[in-house]
């Protein structure tokens, strides 16, 4: 307490320094919260049952509008102030309109507004807000911070979550959906888990992977206890206001936290299945059903196929000599270089059947049962190398099989992305090709310089031996992909000759590259491109081979029935039915039994202690959780579903006045909790403990819905107040702790982008979907360890997006929101800075985003307005969303007339300089 | 013509006085760093943000850039950390390692631990270089560093140097934050977090990247992590636009901008008259006027052309080799000179060769990299001495980590990573000079006598510059964070003179 009896006020001046230390940081004594008496609260506040507070009676009449004004004035008369007098609409429609979208209001909204004499005129505004979908772009950007969103890994390669894009647009429309608070929470906690999810569902869980992933840990069991602990430690803070991670190491110095409670709740995602660097398919809603169905149409139309044509090449081959067989054989098979299986293989050498060619083993291949006799079990870092047998035309077939996902993502299906089955590729563009085993079991082929892709669908993994054919014509410069006699896809690339490789690789990609797990078999080389027919013939197996086309081609027709050659091409036009999928970054387990868990000694995680199972903090009610996993055999534990159930429960004490708390904070600038991740015993407490508790209740009672929420909170009286200084007011409460008006705010990085985009009228309002990639400058760019790779491009109009679409990279930030004090993306951000720095200054004087911004709302004002007066005029209006006032409007003359008589500029150059003046004014930057 | 020194047209005291604030309240400063308790007040999670952020830029004692006492006397104040990304062979450059070289091409049985895993035996490559003693200390340096062997009076080396881990991502955030998870702030944050910059007018913290690119993790290596951005590194180039939206745009003067400026401080002043107790307003006023200043002041402060022949000849600009670290270590001085507190170079950038990170040809890597920075390291620490900045001035060399003395593949001489042994060496700023600690075996595989983490490199870094590496903290997710982490590191006692 050796602050205590200070003046408050030096609070204000000294700022970073002087935080009272005793508040916040555990050095001893009792916590003062600004003008609340110390110890009115007592410790552990938050874990006491929620109870709805009356509403306190207030002596003035005529200002409240509804609770919130009770709880506010009765604290306001108890020290004898008053409340500020109401913003004025202009201000008030201002602060509404960034509050609730993050944009300014357009000159037509403020119009519509200002004419509109209702009483409750206002009201409609903060409806038609509500409604708007700028509502969850801008609501959404608070929950990304909290849940510490980026679209990278960070470390060495700092790699793209694929599809976590999706995950953003899921908290957008939740959002904009006003998805009740509890389903929220339990979708991002538990959506897979759910009787029948959707795909959105599932995406919700993509809240597991959106934290920092060490890819080439030093201590892998280490680096899986970091990742699960930012999964608990995340959802502690965010979703209950608690500060778990210090009970990682030892017992929580100040909340009766032991560390056995923190490796209990740790438990709940202990059964989390390792981030895989991978994006998944599912089936799109409803789209399974259908596919089912076409698949064993298919199915049936194949195998009836099949049949029909075995048995009419048998009967044609029976009709056949044994010469003309010989003879056609020997046609069919010409140019067959080699022949390569399990049959032949010894530890270090791959020999071809046909004698010719002798493949080096490198690691240990090992021969088994295979599609046909013996075949090659591929481990993952184990290959082949064969020399290099073609070149221009020719043919790689064989069988496949294997019941795991290749490496790579489904957006990129390059085949040196995947794991090689056969490949002969050379790092580089230049002349090479490659087969490859890929992302949720696809069948990839390419052929390089240029880099010309085919891919099938996804599903291949499933155990089953498939036929695999690769062609490639020269003369055409045709590339062709076969899978089970089927065609999946031709491209037209290059037609050099494919010369540049020194080597063929089975089981590998060539230099160093991803290795396939799994088997081979009855690989084949030919020195041609095999017709449609023959590669049918070949993976139906039809007697005679790859002369079963031409024998079946000689037989008689029958009566009724169609010549069989006809039913190859029948057969090439049948293809596998393909099912509406959607990529999804989310969570999966391990299976219906979770790990037994145990506390890991002062957080080292190969140091077991006592046992522990799932278990709520003791501090918070505790208990044991009730797990049972979901219905049917999905591989996942029900420990997320029995958190979900427990957080969400109304009788959570922590979950309902958090979110009350985020609500109020994000409205009024600070939280009525200011440290609104911590509502420990090292957090502030609350200013207003039962308005606090009130609003937690009120979340309750209306369902959870925000919206209702922020429809209470922005309809207040307190809401309404003016920012403008009361002197002696500020004397008895300098920080406003009681409110007794509402605190000016700058506007966040994102909200500095996109009003510049607003007012020059470049904003492209478009939701959703991949992230955009606005001009980087070069000398950020030369920051990375690969400046030509580190950033995309996106159109103009797409880099005029809204901020929240802006790729996120944890290891290159675009400057001018960095600048602003965008949201640390590496732990939890509950608060965002808001510091005031001379590089913002240069940014928003020099930058070439300022420039060209402040060119394009020049041009706006030369449509807008005749001369310059009125351009001006209407430059300020745009920028302060209020009437021009003269005497800005000629201090901005005066300037312009200035810089084209003294500074030769142009009348056009002269206004763009005026609009960098405006953009980088206060008024801008300040609400009201 | 505005006089810079006063705040919209008042003094600073006046301003304060009618924002409200508590005047005997600056008095406090003074007493509170005393105690030692202004670091750790910063809270990100809420607490008397609004005040924090009104402070940021005002023009006085209150600002958190402006120089603060440190815990006790500093024997130092400013810091140049010469960063040899990519980790260089320690036994190929200050750790003489005599048993290695009849052991060439020898396999032995070894415990490494690198990028290739985890191994139990290795290929020796002997010591690619000869050994010479320098110095009244007498000092073995390998040939690589004719030009820093000449200065080994001066310099501290600890060999006994380990990490937590031996590969590039991790340990670079390492060496820069003390932890190998990402989201700490770096050295350099909480140097000037602690200490405040002299000189408002420029940054209290850059670094000078390689010609090639950035180091992997690019600005989660001079990151302020959960501190505010305003501690965080800021990149300087040595030649065209030196700090990002430093250069006024095309066609506009320096006098057209000081008019513009002029009439935005007009606007905004009028702006602030109904808001007068807005001190966030107010500050961001002066930030023009700073970042106006800064237009002026930093292409002087690196601007290298006004020294002389002989000092340019002594860091190497005279060679196309050396020309540019030998620019940038120049910079440094300047910068220093200059009072910024924190100045990190890197010497390698991008990946594989284009840094230290020889795996391939250790021969052809490490003459590349060495011999582009050997004089004008040595320049440097002469240039500094000669200036007496020396005594004020630490300067830090080393990398992420060290090399194996084993041979990573079945041919060639590159060398795996290693986190297990390496070393590091300081000088200036009340180092001991001509002092060597710890040691490795005598392969030059792990730290064995006196073994130091890198914690303790950083506590001996703070209590040079008068920080108590055990009591700067920063209040952050319901922990006292330190950058020698919570456990706490004291300084390497034999290093300090």
Known sequence: MRFAGLCPGFLLTLGALAQAPDVGVPSGGAPTVGALAVGALGDGWSYRPLQRPAIPAVATGGWARNPIDHFILQRLEARGLQPSVAADRHALLRRITYDLTGLPPTAAEIEAFLADGDPEAYERVVDRLLASPQYGVKWGRHWLDLVRYAETDGYERDRKKPFVWRYRDWVVDALNADMPYAQFLRTQLAGDELPSPKVSDLIATGYYRLGIWDDEPTDPLQARYDDLDGMADTTARVMLGVSMGCARCHDHKRDPLPTKDYYSFLAFFENVRAYDLQAHSVPADGAAAGYAAALAEFHTAHEQSRTRLQAAARSAWQATSESARTQLSLVAERELLARFSGDRLVPTELRDERGAVTGKVRGQVVAIDGHNAGAMRFDGDDYVLLPRLVEDSFTVSFWVRSDQPGPGQADDTRWFTGAGLVDAEVPGIVRDWGIAWHSDGRLVAGSGDPDTFVASGPGYHDGKWHHVAFTRDREAGRITLFADGLKIGEAVGSTQSLDAPKHIAIGRMLPGGAGFRGDLDEICFYGRALTEEEVAAQALELPGGLSAPVVLAALPNQAGERAPLQEFLGLAGLRPPTMAVVEVLGVQENGRSGPEGFVRIR?????????????????????????????????????????????????????????????????????????????????????????????????????????????????????????????????????????????????????????????????????????????????????????????????????????????????????????????????????????????????????????????????????????????????????????????????????????????????????????????????????? | MNPSNTFCGRTRREFLWQSGAAFPALGMVDLLSRDGYFPGAVSPQGANLRALDASAVSAGGENPMAPKTPHFAPRAKAVIFLFMYGGPSHVDTFDYKPALYPLDGKTIDIDTKGRGGTKKQGRVVGPKWGFKQYGECGKYVSDLFPHVGR??????????????????????????????????????????????????????????????????????????????????????????????????????????????????????????????????????????????????????????????????????????????????????????????RFVQIYSGGNHNDHNWDAHGDLVANHTKHAGDTDQPIAGLLADLKQRGLLESTIVVWGGEFGRQPTAEYAEGTGRDHNAAGFTMWLAGGGIRGGTSVGTTDELGNRAVDRPFHVKHLHATILNQLGLDPNRLSYFFAGLNQRLVGTEGAQPIRELIA
């Open chain 1, 603 to 928: 957080g080292n995680a190969h140091a077991q202690g006592a046992s522990v199972v799932p278990a709520f903090p003791a501090m918070v009610g505790g208990g044991a959780a009730e797990v049972a996993p979901p219905e049917g055999d999905r591989p996942s534990s029900g420990r997320r579903t029995a958190l979900a159930n427990w957080i969400t429960s109304p009788q959570n004490p922590l979950t309902w006045r958090v979110i009350a708390n985020r609500l109020w904070q994000h409205h009024f600038g600070r939280g009525l909790v200011r440290s609104s991740n911590d509502f420990g015993r090292l957090g502030d407490l609350p200013t207003h403990p039962e308005l606090l508790d009130w609003l937690a209740s009120e979340v309750l009672e209306r369902g959870g819905s925000l919206k209702a929420m922020h429809r209470l909170i922005v309809n207040s009286s307190t809401y309404r107040m003016a920012s403008m200084p009361v002197p002696a007011a500020a004397e008895v409460d300098p920080q406003n702790d009681l409110f007794w008006r509402l605190d000016r705010r700058r506007l966040t990085a994102e909200e500095v982008r996109d009003s510049m985009l607003a007012v020059s009228g470049d904003l492209n309002l478009q939701l959703g979907g991949p992230s955009i990639y606005p001009l980087m400058p070069a000398e950020v760019l030369a920051t990375a360890s690969r400046p030509e790779d580190a950033w995309g491009q996106s159109t103009p109009e797409q880099a005029a997006r809204r901020s929240i679409y802006v790729h996120s990279k944890r290891s290159l930030l675009e400057p001018l929101l960095a600048s602003f004090d965008q949201a640390d993306t590496d732990t939890s951000c509950p608060v965002r800075f808001a510091t005031v720095q001379a590089t913002q200054a240069l940014t928003m004087l020099n930058g070439a985003f300022a420039q060209e911004q402040a060119e394009h709302l020049a041009a706006r004002l030369r449509a807008g307005a005749a001369d310059l007066s009125a351009q001006l005029e209407l430059g300020l209006a745009l920028v302060t969303q209020r009437p021009a006032r003269a005497v800005d409007r000629d201090r901005l003359l005066g300037l312009a007339s200035e810089l084209q008589r003294e500074f030769g500029k142009s009348a056009d150059e002269a206004l763009q300089r005026c609009c960098l003046v405006l953009l980088n004014s206060n008024e801008f930057l300040y609400l009201d």
């Open chain 2, 151 to 340: 200065c080994v009076d001066d310099i501290a080396f600890v060999h006994s140097m380990y990490a937590d881990s031996p590969l590039h991502g991790s340990a670079m955030l390492m060496m820069n934050s003390g932890r190998i998870l990402s989201g700490a702030p770096c050295m350099g944050s909480w140097v000037t977090y602690g200490l405040g910059s002299e000189n408002e007018n420029m940054p209290g913290f850059v670094v000078m990247l390689d010609q090639t690119g950035g180091p992997i993790s690019g600005a989660k290596n001079w990151n302020s992590g959960y501190m505010p951005a305003l501690y965080q590194g800021t990149v300087l180039r040595p030649h065209g636009e030196p700090i990002l939206d430093l250069d006024l745009p095309k066609g506009m003067t320096m006098r057209e901008q000081r008019r513009l400026l002029d009439t935005l401080r007009e606007q905004n002043e009028a702006h602030l008259r109904s808001r007068f107790d807005d001190s966030d307003l107010a500050a961001r006023i002066h930030s023009y006027e700073l970042a106006y200043r800064m237009q002026t002041y930093a292409p002087e402060a690196i601007d290298t052309g006004s020294e002389s022949e002989a000092t340019k000849r002594l860091y190497g600009l005279d060679n196309a080799r050396t020309e540019d670290f030998g620019r940038k270590c120049l910079m440094a001085r300047r910068l220093v000179e200059r009072g910024v």
